[in-house]
């Protein structure tokens, strides 16, 4: 049972438009959540996280919403860069870490 | 520099030989744990360790064992490694559980 869903495969965004990647869940007790970024070749990276506590939370170019009711999670990357495309996984946090299975998001120049 | 750092990168075996991939981290972190990517399945956990002697399974940990005996390592053993293992392995730490975990470069296993 997938528990953290990210139902878009990939997204093709323009350089300097927003990129809004979303992400739900079904466990109400998930009380931390993040966002990793991924390369080809190396290991995912830690982007930006909110807690349960919180609905956004901003770093620089990147936002993080949680909106608890919906159990939805999505990341805003405003304006968007070539060098941001990359794999991108939500995951959440309830003992244990828990992660959705990745959205392949596109800059184009 | 603050790393974890996995060997080998790349792996190719056979059914049933014995392997161990490697996980090391410089941070003095006492949260470890073994992740298995695969297409449209994300990144599952396999094993985790919250302390030295401290292990538990994760979601998908058949065919795997792990140990914890010092702080800083934490190898992931195939005994009789199978087809269906065959996936790209990431090592990673934190201070806390599961917690913004830095995750080391990966190991591409092949098993035939």
């Known amino acids: 049972d997938q528990q953290v869903k990210q139902n878009s495969p990939s997204l093709s965004v323009q350089e300097g438009r927003i990129s809004i990647l979303n992400c739900d869940y079904t466990n109400s007790m998930f009380d931390y959540f993040l966002w990793y970024k991924k390369y080809p070749a190396e290991g995912p990276t830690f982007l930006i996280s909110i807690s349960s506590i919180k609905d956004k939370n901003e770093d620089g170019r990147f936002t993080v919403f949680l909106n608890k009711s919906a159990k939805h999670l999505s990341l805003h990357i405003v304006p968007s860069q070539p060098g941001d495309s990359a794999v991108y996984f939500c995951?959440?946090?309830?003992?244990?870490?828990?992660f959705g299975q990745g959205t392949i998001l596109t800059v184009h120049p | 520099e603050a790393q974890v750092t996995q060997n080998p990168r790349y792996l190719i075996t056979v059914t049933g030989k014995k392997l161990t991939v490697t996980c090391s981290q410089n941070?003095?972190?006492?949260?470890m744990s073994w992740y298995r990517q695969d297409p449209g399945l994300g990144l599952r956990q396999i094993y985790y360790s919250m302390n030295v002697e401290v292990t538990d399974k994760g979601d998908v940990p058949e065919g795997y064992k792990v140990s914890r005996k010092e702080k800083r390592n934490f190898p992931l053993i195939l005994e009789s490694p199978s087809p269906n293992q065959t996936s790209l392995y990431f090592c990673a730490s934190s201070t806390r559980t599961g917690y913004e975990q830095y995750f080391g470069p990966g190991t591409r296993l092949t098993v035939t």
């Open positions: 995951a959440a946090i309830y003992g244990k870490l828990t």
């Open positions: 941070m003095n972190h006492e949260y």
